[in-house]
């Protein structure tokens, strides 16, 4: 067994030429939450080192995902870098 990388395939030009951004991008998470209330500050937390890495504005979104046992979670989280 040999372990080769595949090429990519050169396609050409693309269809349009790329400009420049205007405005910086933003990142939005939504992570579903289901009977994770202690842990929600931690996933923040870890989650949030990564975004703040990527120099854009972001959020993350906690949600209840609707099961009948598990209290409402809803909440923004936002940071900036």
Known sequence: MTDQVPAIEQVGPLPVPL???AQSPKVVLVVPAHDEEEVLELAFT???N???GLGVEWSIVFVNDGRARSRPVSTTRSGTS
């Open 19 to 21: 400009e420049p951004r």
């Open 46 to 48: 870890e989650i949030g």
């Open 50 to 52: 990564v975004l703040d």
